[in-house]
C-alpha cells in the first residue's frame, strides 16, 4: 500500500480530498497522525498501566471499614438482597479480591492490625490468659495499641498527609490510645463499640468524641432506640466534609471511615428504618452505608480528585452468625465471626482508583487487611521501618496489572495461636474450634472441623483446597493431601522460627479505667464519679 492510499483512507473519513497534497505533504500528514494516535493510545493506556513502572504521586487514600460485614453482603458475592448497589458498582470500576482476609476473627485486634500492617501476635492485640482465645478492648480494659507500634497515621505524617477517622476506633480509649495522640489530626467518632444503653452508674454509656474531647454519650446524647439512629447519616456527613476540605489543598489526605452501624445493637436513621428486602436491622444497616459509600465516591468524582485518591472497601471480620439471621452473611463460607474458619475472616475486598486500577477486576491473589498499610506506605514514597517485621505486602504490582499474583501465605489466628495457614489454593487446619458454648457455626457442623473443644492437629493437620471447597466441608487424603502440606508446611515452619511475639496489651481489666470521665465530660457537665479504689485483675476472655 502507498502513502497516498493511507492518506485517501483517513481523510475520506472527514471528507477531505487528498489528491492535492504533493508527496512531502503526505509524509507529513502521515507522521504528524502517527504522533497523534501514539499520544491518544497512550494517554488512553497509561492510567491502568502507570505501575509498569512507578506508581503515580502520592494519592489521597479512603479506607472504608465496615464492622461486622459478611463476605456474602454484597451483590457482587451473589447477595440477592440487592443492598448494595453503590458498593458493586464500585466494584465494576475498579477490581475485586475474591480471597481478602483480615488478620483477625474479632474487631479490635483486626483493627490493629489494619493500622499497623503487622498480625495482632506481633503488635500486641492478643492475651495469653488463656490459650486460643479471642480478646478485644472493652471500656474496662487497661491496655490499647502500644507506643511501639508505628501506625499508618504516624508514618503518613512523615509524607506531608492529613488525616481523620471517623467512626469506630477500637484500640483503646484510655488517652494516650487516643487517635490524636497516635497521628491522626482529626476524629469523630467512639473509642470503643456502641454496647449499652447503660444506667451511668455501675456502667458508663460510651463516649463519643470530636478530635481530643467528648461531646456526649451513646444512648442519652446519641440516641440509639428500635434500631433508629443518625449516627450514620453524621459520619457520612462528616466524611464528605473532610474531602471537601481538603479537596483543592495540593496536600494528600488519609481518611479512615469506619462506620459501625452492621454491629449489634444494629440503627440506621428513619430514611432507611424498615426499608431492607431482608427486614431486619441489620439489613437497614447495610443499605444506609452503602448509600454512604455511593455519595463519598460521588463526592470524589465532582471534586475532580478521584483520579488521584485510592479507596479501599472492606470489614473487620466475617458477618456475626451467632445471632443468625439477625446478623449478615458469609455466603458459602464456614462459621463466622469469632472463628478462623473463612466464614470468621474471609471479608469483601475492593480497590478503587478511577484512570489507574483498570476497571472490571476479579483477581484471585491472596490479600489481607495488612497489606493496606504496606501499599498505602509505597504509593506515599516512604520505606517502611526495617526494626520490625511486616506481614502486609505490597499489593501494587497486582493493582497495576504488572504481575497476576503474588506468592504468600495467610495466617489464621486466634488469640496467641495459629489455628490455619493458607498459600494457594490449599488450607491447613493445625487447630480446630468452634465453641463449647457459643453457636459460631449454626447448622454448619463439619464433622472434626467445627469441634466444640480446642482440639490440636499439628501432628495430622486437616488439608482443605479452598479454592473448590470455599466452605471447607471435604477434607483431602492421598496425594492430593500430601501435595497440600507440601506447599504450605515450609511456609509454616519459617513463620513460627522468625516470629517474635509482641508483649500482649489485652491481658488485664479494671473497672477504675472505663468510661466514666474521658476528655472533655466537664465541657458539657457529664463527668461520671470514678471510683476509688482499682479492681485490676485478668480480663475473663471465653470466646
Known amino acids: 500500500m502507498t502513502p497516498r492510499y493511507y492518506c485517501s483512507t483517513l481523510l475520506h473519513r472527514v471528507h477531505l480530498p487528498c489528491r492535492n497534497l504533493t508527496p512531502k505533504q503526505i509524509t507529513i500528514f502521515l507522521a504528524m497522525f502517527l504522533l497523534l494516535f501514539v499520544l491518544a493510545v497512550g494517554?488512553?493506556?497509561?492510567?491502568?498501566?502507570?505501575?509498569?513502572?512507578?506508581?503515580?504521586?502520592?494519592?489521597?487514600?479512603?479506607i472504608m471499614l465496615m464492622d461486622d460485614m459478611g463476605w456474602g453482603d454484597i451483590g457482587v458475592h451473589g447477595c440477592p438482597a440487592k443492598e448494595t448497589p453503590n458498593i458493586d458498582k464500585m466494584a465494576r470500576e475498579g477490581m475485586l479480591f475474591s480471597n481478602f482476609y483480615s488478620a483477625a476473627p474479632i474487631c479490635s485486634p483486626s483493627r490493629a492490625?489494619?493500622?499497623?500492617?503487622?498480625?495482632?501476635?506481633?503488635?500486641?492485640?492478643?492475651?495469653?490468659?488463656?490459650?486460643?482465645?479471642?480478646?478485644?478492648?472493652?471500656?474496662?480494659?487497661?491496655?490499647?495499641?502500644?507506643?511501639?507500634?508505628?501506625?499508618?497515621?504516624?508514618?503518613?505524617?512523615?509524607?506531608?498527609?492529613?488525616?481523620?477517622?471517623?467512626?469506630?476506633?477500637?484500640?483503646?480509649?484510655?488517652?494516650?490510645?487516643?487517635?490524636?495522640?497516635?497521628?491522626?489530626?482529626?476524629f469523630v467518632g467512639s473509642p470503643d463499640c456502641h454496647f449499652g444503653p447503660y444506667d451511668d452508674v455501675k456502667i458508663p454509656n460510651l463516649p463519643v468524641f470530636r478530635d481530643d474531647k467528648m461531646i456526649g454519650r451513646y444512648f442519652t446524647?446519641?440516641?440509639?432506640?428500635?434500631?433508629?439512629?443518625?449516627?450514620?447519616?453524621?459520619?457520612?456527613?462528616?466524611?464528605?466534609?473532610?474531602?471537601?476540605k481538603h479537596a483543592k489543598s495540593e496536600t494528600p489526605f488519609l481518611l479512615y471511615w469506619t462506620p459501625d452501624a452492621n454491629h449489634q445493637p444494629q440503627y440506621s436513621s428513619e430514611m432507611f428504618h424498615k426499608k431492607s428486602i431482608r427486614g431486619t436491622r441489620y439489613g437497614d444497616s447495610v443499605m444506609e452505608i452503602d448509600y454512604g459509600v455511593g455519595l463519598i465516591l460521588r463526592r470524589l468524582k465532582d471534586l475532580g480528585i478521584d483520579k488521584n485518591t485510592l479507596?479501599?472497601?472492606?470489614?473487620?471480620?466475617?458477618?456475626?452468625?451467632?445471632?443468625?439471621?439477625?446478623?449478615?452473611?458469609?455466603?458459602?463460607?464456614?462459621?463466622?465471626?469469632?472463628?478462623?474458619?473463612?466464614?470468621?475472616?474471609?471479608?469483601?475486598?475492593?480497590?478503587?482508583?478511577?484512570?489507574?486500577?483498570?476497571?472490571?477486576?476479579?483477581?484471585?491473589?491472596?490479600?489481607?487487611?495488612?497489606?493496606?498499610?504496606?501499599?498505602?506506605?509505597?504509593?506515599?514514597?516512604?520505606?517502611?521501618?526495617?526494626?520490625?517485621?511486616?506481614?502486609?505486602i505490597d499489593l501494587w504490582p497486582v493493582l497495576s496489572g504488572e504481575v497476576k499474583n503474588i506468592d504468600r501465605a495467610v495466617w489464621f489466628y486466634r488469640g496467641n495461636e495459629m489455628f490455619a495457614a493458607r498459600v494457594g489454593r490449599y488450607k491447613v487446619h493445625y487447630w480446630t474450634w468452634?465453641?463449647?458454648?457459643?453457636?459460631?457455626?449454626?447448622?454448619?457442623?463439619?464433622?472434626?472441623l467445627t469441634t466444640p473443644h480446642q482440639v490440636n492437629r499439628t501432628l495430622n493437620p486437616i488439608v482443605i483446597d479452598i479454592e473448590k471447597d470455599p466452605g471447607e466441608k471435604y477434607f483431602l487424603g492421598g496425594g492430593?493431601?500430601?501435595?497440600?502440606?507440601?506447599?504450605?508446611?515450609?511456609?509454616?515452619?519459617?513463620?513460627?522460627?522468625?516470629l517474635v511475639p509482641g508483649e500482649p496489651s489485652l491481658n488485664y481489666c479494671d473497672k477504675m479505667v472505663m468510661n466514666w470521665a474521658p476528655p472533655g465530660c466537664e465541657d458539657i457537665d457529664y463527668c461520671l464519679p470514678v471510683p476509688s479504689t482499682s479492681s485490676i485483675k485478668l480480663c475473663d476472655w471465653d470466646h
Not at 494517554?43 to 479512603?62: D, E, L, M, T
Open 311 to 392: 479507596v479501599v472497601f472492606t470489614s473487620d471480620n466475617g458477618a456475626e452468625t451467632l445471632i443468625k439471621q439477625k446478623g449478615g452473611s458469609n455466603g458459602p463460607l464456614l462459621c463466622g465471626k469469632q472463628t478462623t474458619f473463612d466464614g470468621g475472616m474471609r471479608e469483601p475486598g475492593i480497590f478503587w482508583w478511577p484512570g489507574v486500577i483498570a476497571p472490571g477486576q476479579v483477581t484471585h491473589q491472596l490479600g489481607t487487611t495488612m497489606d493496606i498499610f504496606v501499599t498505602a506506605a509505597q504509593l506515599a514514597g516512604l520505606t517502611l521501618p526495617s526494626d520490625r517485621q511486616y506481614d502486609g
Open 221 to 244: 446524647n446519641f440516641t440509639i432506640q428500635n434500631g433508629v439512629s443518625n449516627l450514620t447519616q453524621l459520619y457520612i456527613k462528616e466524611g464528605l466534609d473532610f474531602i471537601d
Open 43 to 62: 494517554g488512553h493506556v497509561g492510567g491502568a498501566a502507570a505501575a509498569a513502572g512507578s506508581p503515580p504521586g502520592p494519592p489521597n487514600i479512603v
Open 113 to 186: 492490625s489494619i493500622m499497623t500492617g503487622r498480625l495482632p501476635i506481633r503488635n500486641g492485640f492478643y492475651t495469653t490468659n488463656r490459650h486460643g482465645v479471642n480478646a478485644y478492648t472493652p471500656q474496662q480494659i487497661v491496655g490499647g495499641i502500644d507506643e511501639s507500634e508505628i501506625l499508618l497515621s504516624e508514618l503518613l505524617k512523615e509524607a506531608g498527609y492529613k488525616s481523620k477517622v471517623i467512626g469506630k476506633w477500637h484500640l483503646g480509649h484510655r488517652p494516650q490510645y487516643l487517635p490524636l495522640n497516635r497521628g491522626f489530626d482529626e
Open 480 to 498: 492430593a493431601r500430601k501435595a497440600g502440606l507440601k506447599l504450605v508446611q515450609p511456609w509454616v515452619d519459617e513463620h513460627k522460627a522468625t
Open 434 to 448: 468452634s465453641h463449647e458454648k457459643y453457636e459460631f457455626c449454626p447448622g454448619q457442623r463439619v464433622s472434626n
